[in-house]
């Protein structure tokens, strides 16, 4: 018999960086709100105080989720069989209070305004035969000019740092020109850059593109934010992804919401305690959910609203784990709309060059102290002639080198990674080669999609996700052209020799990490025929169920996703404040 | 049935206080689940987020090679990593920077993988011809052998198992090829076999492209990890690289120009952050799975 708790208003799944945010903007207002996470807890003191270990973090995961207990199965199509991903590969979700918002990399990004009226857009420029065939790329349903205040509000929260390109259509120098109107500036400068970053810079401005620092959710300095919280300038330390931060410089649940959320008293959160699944009552409507605590009781939360707050691909699982009689496929899933619109992104380094002799620093600074450019980004340039849509960031690789994991990538001339002429490349080239890398986006496909797999099973019994996903010609034309774009940069950037060069897209495999970013499954959209959601991520078949995070996403822009994570919760926040809770379980319009 | 391990009240109230203490929030951070319990068994995965536990202290002191490996492993072992990353007293390699007892270490703390790993069946199992989804899979899952590769690792051993078999299984071909066991082979026959099993030339050893990258990624761990792991002894792996190893910080200038006076140090080098704060004097197992425990 499971213990039952007191009834809460809102109960969350996961108590990451959504989560915090509606807890900081809604328990402030009197709203009761409990967040049930399947990880431990930490803080910046003393968790991180010494956490400069690349064994314990970035070869043994220790901030992620635990594979021992789930995974995540993957094939390359319907077709094809589906293994588990037994050891971390691809993407790393990470567990424990702030989720995955505490190890990330703090890239911080707005998407572009056409991004979010993709299909639209494509069709207004090239007709609609430009769209791939089976490509189900569809608009968000918001638009830029409805998010700006909330990207905004988000950037100014977390103390960003960068340089805008583009404030209210004025076009500032240095910053990225590419990018939508911004009402306003970062609210701290961008940071430094390594060299690397600065020869990629100056061969792109040679080449008549447009380089400027990433933006970064990382402050360049020291800052107090709205709330109150002190956070420290970044250190350039070198352990910034897979680490928690211990001067607080990148932003997270832990220096940001988090703190807010717990000073009001209405907020709660649950550590070691696995959601099984949200319950619904004869209307369909949910009433709490189920969860396990670390010895195995299971618990039961009632609560007027259930928050799908988890990472993008246990989001999905979630809805498709919580089926009842009124809901037998799963929560949002009346018309199979669940896992459809899952997208991912290309991440691999096209070039490689080695610079004989010099010293690039690339084990200092973090994934920010780079130079990136977006004129081959999204239809920043003319499609009309090409045989793809879309587009990539080109940037200089992030930095943050760790020997452990990053000297078996250099070969001998043989190809081999070990023996004594190549330990002569690694001592004198470790620090001598770099690469550009892409991130490019990801179009949604009808075989292309997320669902639970029939043969394998977590810790509590319960079926895993299965991920079907592989690239299509679309990306590989894609990447044939970046590639050569790449080329042509790492040409001007004047290296000793390049050691490589992949004018073809690799295959994808689940071996290799590419970025924690899958993105889509419960996408927002404007009908339910189309979508899980409307836009407030406001489940259609069950109007009490929200999910939050880039499962929402109907497809994956060239850029990472925080950015935008915080701006559609914020607005989700503003909504349910203002609106929702005036008339519960009504959809809000 | 999966080892587990106790967890005492007071430890995990020790840790919530530390926690709650020191961002000065006066809300509820309830961790439900970590009362005590008449049976209060906690899953060792819990240790997997339990980040305030400090890497060990104790190096051991000196490169013994006796916890997990047996006489004959061990000299086999020595053989293959001085192979991986050949070294001498003044320019040092793996043997010289103690990789075999870090190996060795490894292997007896942990009952099985060191990383968080899903070991649950079925496995695959790899035929030469396409073969569907199979949704109804019991004992294994047939999977084209072109393709597997793209699945990453599914092995079905421990690499306790895969080490034992895989000594065992080199030797042999040891001896049927050159009539000989392997650490009393030449060093360019030695190399010559190391290539074939990585290329999986070695028709005797089925599996020798997976040994030997276990091996392979177990000799960077060595070299390049924290000192205080039991390898990169006198920090041979990072100053082989030019890596300054664990530093606090590097100025803006240091980014763009290089480092300003910085000695090569490992983790216990590092300035303490708010010295004057207690640490939690516990020390559980490093971030892995599956090690049993008893405290």
């Known amino acids: 018999m499971a213990v039952k708790h007191a009834r809460v208003d809102v109960v969350t799944i996961g108590a990451g960086w959504t989560a915090a945010m509606l807890a900081a903007k809604l328990c402030t207002n009197g709203t009761s709100m409990v967040s049930l996470e399947q990880g431990g807890t930490r803080w910046t003191y003393p968790h991180f105080a010494h956490d400069h270990d690349s064994l314990r973090y970035s070869v043994r995961y220790a901030m992620m989720v635990d594979l021992q207990r789930e995974t995540w199965t993957w094939r390359p199509n319907p077709n094809a069989p589906a293994l588990p991903m037994r050891q971390y590969g691809t993407f790393n979700p990470g567990q424990g209070l702030g989720g995955a918002a505490v190890h990330w990399s703090g890239q911080l990004w707005r998407y572009l305004s056409t991004d979010f009226r993709y299909r639209s857009h494509v069709i207004e420029r090239y007709g609609a035969k430009k769209i791939p065939e089976g490509c189900t790329a569809q608009d968000w349903g918001i638009t830029y000019d409805e998010l700006e205040r909330h990207y905004d509000a988000f950037e100014w929260d977390i103390g960003a740092s960068g340089q805008a390109g583009n404030i209210q259509g004025r076009k500032i120098p240095g910053g990225n020109p590419f990018e939508s109107p911004r009402s306003r500036g970062f609210p701290n400068p961008p940071l430094e850059v390594t060299p690397h970053g600065a020869n990629f810079a100056a061969a792109c401005t040679e080449l008549g593109l447009h380089p400027f620092t990433q933006p970064s959710a990382i402050t360049s300095r020291a800052w107090t934010d709205p709330y109150g919280n002190h956070r420290g300038g970044c250190m350039y330390c070198g352990f910034c992804t897979r680490f928690g931060c211990e001067v607080d410089a990148k932003a997270s649940p832990l220096n940001t919401h988090l703190p807010v959320a717990l000073n009001s008293k209405n907020y709660e959160v649950r550590t070691h305690a696995k959601v099984l699944r949200i319950e619904t009552g004869k209307g369909g409507l949910a009433t709490g959910v189920t969860y396990v605590d670390a010895h195995g009781t299971e618990h039961f939360q009632p609560a007027d609203v259930v928050v799908v707050s988890a990472f993008t691909l246990e989001n999905n699982r979630m809805l498709l784990l919580s089926r009842s009689k009124a809901h037998p496929d799963g929560i949002g899933n009346d018309r199979g709309r669940v896992g459809k619109n899952y997208t991912y992104q290309i991440y691999p380094a096209p070039v490689t060059g080695l610079w004989k002799g010099e010293q690039l620093n690339m084990y200092m600074g973090n994934t920010c102290t780079i130079k990136i450019i977006y004129d081959y980004n999204a239809d920043n340039f003319d499609h009309s002639d090409l045989p793809f849509i879309g587009g990539s960031q080109l940037y200089s690789e992030p930095c943050e080198r760790e020997p452990v994991n990053s000297v078996g990538t250099m070969k001998d001339t043989k190809g081999r990674s070990w023996g004594a002429a190549w330990k002569d490349e690694i001592r004198s080239g470790w620090d001598s080669q770099a690469s550009i890398v892409t991130e490019g986006e990801s179009l949604p496909y009808l075989d292309q999609f997320v669902d639970l797999d029939p043969n394998y099973r977590d810790k509590w019994g319960q079926p895993l996700l299965r991920i079907s996903f592989d690239w299509h010609q679309n990306q590989r034309d894609l990447w044939r052209y970046v590639a050569q774009r790449s080329l042509e940069i790492m040409k001007a950037m004047n290296p000793t020799k390049i050691v490589d060069f992949k004018p073809e897209i690799p295959a994808y495999n689940i071996e290799k990490y590419q970025s924690t970013h899958p993105t889509g499954g419960c996408i927002m959209g404007t009908s339910p025929e189309h979508s899980v959601t409307n836009t407030y991520g406001q489940v259609w078949d069950t109007p009490n169920v929200f999910v939050t995070g880039a499962a929402l996403f109907p497809q994956n822009p060239g850029a990472n996703p925080t950015g935008t994570v915080g701006a559609v919760t914020y607005r989700t926040a503003e909504a349910m404040a203002e609106r929702y809770f005036k008339h519960p379980d009504e959809l809000l319009t | ?295």
């Open chain 2, 1 to 295: 049935m999966k080892p587990e391990r106790r967890i005492t009240r007071r430890r995990l109230l020790q840790r919530a206080g530390v926690a709650a203490a020191t961002v000065g929030v006066g809300g509820a951070l309830a961790a439900c689940g970590e009362e005590e319990h008449p049976a209060a068994q906690v899953a060792t995965n819990v240790d997997a987020t339990d980040l305030a536990a400090p890497p060990p202290t104790q190096q051991p002191i000196n490169c013994m090679v006796t916890a997990f490996f047996t006489h004959d492993e061990a000299e086999t072992v020595d053989a293959i990593v001085a192979r991986l990353i050949p070294g001498t007293a003044d320019d040092p390699g793996a043997r010289e920077a103690c990789v075999p007892a870090y190996i060795d270490h490894k292997l007896a703390t942990f009952a099985s993988f060191s990383t968080p790993t899903y070991f649950q069946p079925p496995f695959a199992k790899p035929v030469q011809h396409p073969s569907g989804p199979q949704p109804h899979a019991t004992d294994s899952i047939l999977v084209e052998a072109k393709e597997l590769p793209r699945y990453g690792f599914q092995g079905s051993s421990t690499p306790q198992d895969a080490y034992r078999k895989g000594l065992a299984t080199l030797d042999k071909v040891a001896k049927k090829q050159h009539g000989n066991r392997f650490v009393k082979l030449d060093e360019k026959t030695q190399t010559k076999l190391l290539a074939d099993l990585e290329d999986g030339k070695v028709a005797a050893f089925k599996k020798s492209k997976a040994f030997f990258k276990m091996v392979l990624e177990d000799v960077y761990e060595g070299m390049f990890s924290d000192p205080v792991y039991g390898g990169n002894r006198d920090l041979a792996g990072w100053k082989l690289v030019g890596y300054p190893g664990a530093q606090r910080a590097y100025t803006a200038y240091e980014l763009r120009n290089g480092p300003q006076h910085k000695r090569v140090q490992g983790l216990r080098d590092m300035p303490a952050m708010n010295p004057g704060v207690p640490q939690p004097h516990v020390i559980l197992p490093l971030a892995g799975t599956q090690r049993t425990e008893s405290r």
